[in-house]
């Protein structure tokens, strides 16, 4: 059991999900149920300045361009895999028009996960090969610990890596590349444990 991973007697099913735990996430890959803790105030908080700093440029196109839908954990629902829920993830309006409701069933442009250490490991060996397989396009890692994005685009199915960058950096990524980014405006102020 890799991961959080949960052994079932078959593929798992949203009812899986339903009958977690308080306080406890699930996510449907490939049949498997894949559980963790519930995020953190400080992991929280950087999602909260990621949604703050893109949404207004490029979902609303307040001193930006517009046209994308940016949403924090969005259920997404693929051929098998019922549930999953980037951090955050976004879709070009020239691609789905209106928000769906319920569960959206396209693949995210964009998907961006915050590394912690419970996710680190399934972030990056389960849903990393993941979304390349659903043709998301663009793949932003953020490590809240050393303070650092990852950007990455996906080229004939593999990912590549555009860019490792930190917190004194000012940047323009794709494919929010439309504005300069202060990546140390991101960073929660956390009591030191």
Known sequence: MAYGAKPLGGPATLADIEALPEGVVGEIIDGTLYTHARPRAGH?????????????PFQRGQNGPGGWWVLVEPGIQMEGAPEFSPDLAGWRRERV???????????????CEILSP???????????????????QHLWFIDLEVRTLTVSELHDGRWVEMGVYGEDDIIRAAPFDAIELRLGEWWPVTEAS
Request: charged content about 25%; aromatic content about 8%.
């Open 44 to 56: 929280m908080d950087l999602v909260g300045a990621l949604i703050e700093g893109l949404r207004g």
């Open 118 to 136: 419970s996710t680190r490991a399934y972030d990056q060996r389960i849903k990393r090969p993941f979304y390349a397989r659903i043709g998301v």
């Open 97 to 111: 028009p209106v928000l769906p409701g319920g569960r959206c069933k396209i693949a995210p442009d964009w998907v």
